[in-house]
Each structure stands twice: as structure tokens, then as C-alpha cells.
């Protein structure tokens, strides 16, 4: 999900220093930038969780309603926190200056504000750990809405707050080739966890539509990783652009981009999603063909990235789609 990347601290170049920020909303500007608010794609796996409830949460629509809306506001908190850390290690690293310097002009600088030198690292660690401890207090809170609370939620959500801050901070589970795992598993948790909250259970279709909310950051992640693979190599961080061949790298993202059709196929085939939810996720998988072909065959890997976030907001939409139409039809 975010730009940076991660591994262990070395003393980085001397970023520029452009003016500081001079007001209140300057201020915020800056820490929205570092939490990465306008990247919001993790955010909307629980409008899908939610598609799914309320049509049939009846009288207890209202507390449905609060639990996802106390939710989503501890997940924008931890993942803030999660970025923020992710933008500390980044620089500390010197990946970060290396993949936001001269020689990549497409990357805005000013959206790593400690290479900016908008923010120092005291600072962005003081919004990190704020934003960690208020989305713990938040997740406690849903808990404690929750109708339902079988044991596989609230151990998911312990272990959700803990591993989210060990991305790229503390044990840096990215820095030991757990990236791309990562980025699903974490996309899988924050639909499935809402819902096992409201209605004590996972059926096999939103187990699907939980991984496939997972593929939408990893399938933009990827992509970020071929771009900034120099970054990578230079100090250390094993994604899999990074340890393999240009070749190499281009069949992982090739059969990522399968497996995710085939994830909607045999849901479909096997009775576990409704028939027409292939032909309804089509127009996604056919912009994710696309992707591939922008970022492999015309070579404009950053083009193809961006494609990668229009492909996540359009199976979000779909799969919303499919919930509200099961609730409607039976």
C-alpha cells in the first residue's frame, strides 16, 4: 500500500529543505501526506463487509451501522500509523531519497515529507504512535459494539494492531520477504473481520471477496516495487522485483494477475459465488489485463500502477454490487 520501503537504518543523504510549513493547515497537509490519507483503497473493503450486513440486519441495522462506522475510523488511525513507520524506515534506510530523487521525477517528492523536509523523524514517530494508540482504543470499542464475538475476531483484531505496526517498524516483516503476503492478508482481515463482528460468521463468498479486496493493493504494490527495484537492491529489501530478473519479475505479476481470475472462476464454478458474479467482475478483470500490458508490453510501468488503483475502486464497486444484489434476489 505505500511507497516507501523498508529495511535496516543507515545514514541517508541530506534531503532538500524547502520552506516549512507556516500554519495550522499546512501542518495538517503535511501529516495527511505522511499518513498517506488520499491513498484510501484499504478503506473501502468495509463498505463491502457492510453491503453484505445491512440488508438484512433488520432492527439492529443502527448498531451494525455504529460498528462499521467505529471501525473504519480505527482503520484509517492504524494504517496511518503503518504508513507513517513505513516513511521513518524508508528514510532512515536512504530508500526513500533514492527512489524520490533526481533520477525518478515522476515520484512527488512532497509526498514523503521527511525527504521534503517538511517533518523530522521525532515528528512523524509522535503522529505514528499517537495514530496507533487511538486506533487500538477504537478497536477496543468495536469490540465492545460487536453483536457477535466469536474468538477468531477478537484475536484478529489484537493481531491485526500488532502486525499492521510490524510492517516496516519493530521486526519489519517486509524486510524478510513477507511483502506481498503481507499486503493481502492485511486487505483479507479488514473485510472479514467487520463482518465476523456483525454476524458471528464468514461465508465462503465473502472469504472470496475478502481475498480478492487483498489482490487490489498487492496488484498496485507490485508494480510500485518494479519501479523502485534500484531503491530496493540498494539496500537490501527482498521484494520479489528485487531478487528476481526483469523476466522473472514480469511472470510473478503475469501469474498474480491468473490467479486472481481464477479466484472468481472457481467461486463461481463451484457454487461458492453466485454464476453471474464472473460475468459481473469482468469488466475488472479485463482492466487488469490491461494493466499488465501497460506496465510489460508498453513498458510505462508507473502508468500501469496508476491503472492498478482504478482496477481495486472498480471490483470494490462490483462487489458491493454483488452483496446488495444476493440480499435483494435470495
Known amino acids: 500500500m505505500t511507497d516507501s520501503t523498508l529495511t535496516t537504518t543507515t545514514a541517508p543523504a541530506a534531503p532538500p529543505a524547502p520552506p516549512a510549513p507556516t ?4 501542518r495538517l497537509r ?24 445491512l440488508p438484512a440486519a433488520g432492527t439492529s441495522a443502527g448498531r451494525a451501522a455504529a460498528l462499521f462506522g467505529v471501525f473504519l475510523v480505527a482503520q484509517v488511525l492504524l494504517l496511518m500509523a503503518m504508513t507513517a513507520f513505513d516513511d521513518v524506515t524508508g528514510f532512515r534506510d536512504g530508500s526513500d531519497i533514492t527512489n524520490y530523487g533526481p533520477d525518478h521525477p515522476l515520484r512527488n517528492v512532497q509526498r514523503k515529507p521527511l525527504v ?31 453483536p457477535h464475538r466469536p474468538a477468531w475476531t477478537t484475536i484478529g483484531l489484537a493481531v491485526l494492531w500488532v502486525v499492521t505496526l510490524q510492517y516496516s517498524y519493530g521486526v519489519k516483516l517486509s524486510y524478510h520477504g513477507f511483502q506481498e503476503l503481507y499486503l493481502v492478508a492485511l486487505g483479507f482481515a479488514l473485510v472479514i473481520l467487520p463482518y465476523g463482528m456483525a454476524t458471528g460468521q464468514a461465508t465462503g463468498f465473502l472469504l472470496v471477496q475478502a481475498v480478492l479486496f487483498g489482490f487490489g493493493p498487492l496488484m498496485f504494490g507490485v508494480y510500485s516495487n518494479t519501479n523502485d527495484v534500484d531503491g530496493d537492491r540498494a539496500v537490501g529489501r527482498p521484494t520479489v522485483a528485487a531478487l528476481t530478473s526483469e523476466r522473472g519479475n514480469a ?42 500490458l501497460l506496465g510489460f508490453r508498453t513498458g510505462d510501468i ?8 482504478a482496477v481495486h475502486r472498480l471490483g470494490v464497486v462490483l462487489m458491493i454490487a454483488a452483496n446488495l444484489l444476493l440480499a435483494f434476489t435470495g
Open 251 to 292: 511472470r510473478f505479476i503475469g501469474a498474480l494477475s491468473l490467479a486472481e481470475f481464477l479466484t472468481i472462476a472457481t467461486a463461481g464454478a463451484t457454487g461458492i459465488a453466485p454464476w453471474w458474479f464472473v460475468p459481473l467482475m469482468l469488466p475488472a478483470s479485463l482492466l487488469r489485463l490491461r494493466q499488465y
Open 30 to 53: 503535511v501529516y495527511a501526506r505522511l499518513g498517506k490519507l488520499d491513498v484510501y483503497d484499504y478503506y473501502l473493503g468495509t463498505f463491502i463487509a457492510l453491503a453484505a450486513v
Open 116 to 146: 521534503a523536509g517538511t517533518l523530522t523523524v521525532p515528528e512523524a514517530l509522535r503522529f505514528a504512535w499517537g495514530c496507533a494508540v487511538l486506533a487500538a482504543l477504537l478497536l477496543a470499542a468495536t469490540a465492545a459494539l460487536a
Open 302 to 309: 508507473m502508468r500501469a500502477r496508476r491503472t492498478g488503483f
Open 23 to 26: 500554519t495550522a493547515g499546512d
